[in-house]
């Protein structure tokens, strides 16, 4: 009886480790591809329409006459910020056209086509499913 227990337990153990997947982590669709490009592109335009906000206020300040020591060290920093806030949307806008790109290229659907058929009667048309495939290479 033990040796059945513990065998049973070992088939009870293999099962779970030798299991396949059920969601494929890799595999993106069109649709996953156009919403990681949207999102890009908006935290992109943010941070550019940010930094260069960040960047004129902090030129504003940095460069008044009357401004003093502490003034002009804000403005001088807040301008930084406003530059680097700039220089990180470039990647994100990138990264945005790299993604839509990927959308674009390959994409799958099914679609309903008709076909004339002669009958005794004379013509007519029938439907049959289609899975029409759009492949885009980039020379």
Same mark, same amino acid.
């Given at each position: 009886?033990?040796?059945?227990?513990?065998?049973?337990?070992?088939?009870?153990?293999?099962?779970?480790?030798?299991?396949?997947?059920?969601?494929?982590?890799?595999?993106?669709?069109?649709?996953?591809?156009?919403?990681?490009?949207?999102?890009?592109?908006?935290?992109?335009?943010?941070?550019? &329409?940010? %930094? @260069?906000?960040?960047? +004129?206020? $902090? !030129?504003?300040?940095?460069?008044?006459?009357?401004?003093? *020591?502490?003034?002009? &060290?804000? %403005? @001088?920093?807040?301008? +930084?910020? $406003? !530059?680097?806030?700039?220089?990180?949307?470039?990647?994100? *806008?990138?990264?945005? &056209?790299?993604?839509?790109?990927?959308?674009?290229?390959?994409?799958?659907?099914?679609?309903?086509?008709?076909?004339?058929?002669?009958?005794?009667?004379?013509?007519?048309?029938?439907?049959?499913?289609?899975?029409?495939?759009?492949?885009?290479?980039?020379?």
């Amino acid at each position: 009886m033990k040796e059945v227990m513990i065998s049973f337990i070992i088939i009870l153990m293999s099962v779970n480790s030798f299991c396949q997947q059920s969601n494929s982590v890799g595999q993106q669709t069109r649709e996953d591809y156009l919403k990681k490009s949207k999102n890009q592109k908006t935290t992109a335009c943010v941070l550019l &329409a940010g %930094g @260069v906000v960040a960047l +004129g206020a $902090g !030129l504003v300040l940095s460069t008044r006459e009357e401004a003093s *020591f502490g003034t002009a &060290a804000t %403005g @001088v920093l807040l301008g +930084g910020i $406003g !530059l680097a806030s700039a220089i990180v949307s470039i990647p994100l *806008f990138n990264a945005s &056209a790299r993604n839509k790109g990927k959308a674009m290229n390959t994409s799958a659907y099914f679609d309903v086509r008709q076909f004339p058929v002669t009958t005794p009667s004379g013509s007519a048309f029938h439907s049959y499913p289609a899975l029409s495939m759009i492949l885009n290479f980039k020379h």
